[in-house]
């Protein structure tokens, strides 16, 4: 079945340390998304990718960063710039051709600072 | 920018009831996608119901339909016979149909559905 695959599920970040969250599609989608989901808040855009090699800033960018290498694959690395990382992060893809019908989004990875 | 705001934080309901979840918009655009996702307590995103809103026609999908009212920005989600699996957080979305397509949340409401 087709899908998008977060991993890891749950993950430990001590101070000062960067880490990868990992994004993985097989639904052959061009446009790729990652979120972070606060309570309170929604959830607020902080990097997305329309093409392979090409990506661009959401709302919330500083201290994230990504790489997109192929289409399959948008991992996000949260650094240690970012002063408030604990949050649950979703990563999601859409269709570029099929405007409008929304996205398709993972499992989401909980992120926690200790 | 579109903002997406839902005014209730919380709300719940009888099983079987009927409950109606508020959402409005701002933006200047005339064609425009709109969303609800549910998203449960195992935290899956789960595409609930769309509306393209250049269609009159309030879209439907079983028990859930919505109440889309363009002049004033509004998008109600309806759902009918409400059942325990409905109990979830609810989130209104916008998309501007052009460019990278993103997704604009509102701040969500957290159903429950009391037995």
């Known amino acids: 079945d087709g899908g998008i695959t977060q991993s890891p599920k749950y993950l430990f970040r001590k101070e000062g340390q960067n880490v990868t969250l990992s994004c993985e599609q097989n639904l052959n989608h061009d446009a790729m998304y990652w979120y972070r989901q606060d309570p309170g808040q929604g959830l607020r855009l902080i990097y997305y990718s329309q093409i392979v090699n090409d990506f661009q800033k959401g709302d919330i960018a500083e201290g994230y960063s990504v790489s997109r290498e192929k289409k399959e694959s948008f991992p996000l690395t949260v650094t240690s710039a970012q002063k408030n990382p604990t949050a649950f992060y979703l990563c999601?893809?859409?269709?570029?051709?099929?405007?409008?019908?929304?996205?398709?989004f993972g499992s989401g990875t909980r992120l926690t600072v200790v | 920018a579109q903002t997406v705001t839902q005014s209730q934080p919380e709300m719940s309901v009888q099983e079987a009831e009927t409950v109606t979840l508020s959402c409005t918009y701002d933006?200047?655009?005339?064609?425009?996608?709109l969303f609800w996702y549910k998203q449960p307590p195992s935290r899956q995103m789960i595409l609930v119901i769309r509306?393209?809103?250049?269609?009159?026609q309030n879209a439907t999908e079983n028990r859930f339909s919505v109440n889309f009212q363009k002049a004033a920005k509004s998008f109600s989600l309806k759902i009918s016979d409400s059942q325990l699996g409905d109990t979830a957080m609810y989130f209104c979305?916008?998309?501007?149909?052009?460019?990278?397509?993103?997704?604009?949340f509102g701040q969500g409401t957290r159903l429950t559905i009391n037995p």
């Open positions: 509306q393209e809103a250049y269609k009159q």
């Open positions: 999601a893809s859409s269709r570029d051709r099929a405007l409008g019908y929304g996205y398709t």
């Open positions: 933006t200047s655009e005339n064609n425009y996608y």
């Open positions: 979305a916008f998309m501007k149909p052009q460019g990278a397509q993103k997704l604009v």
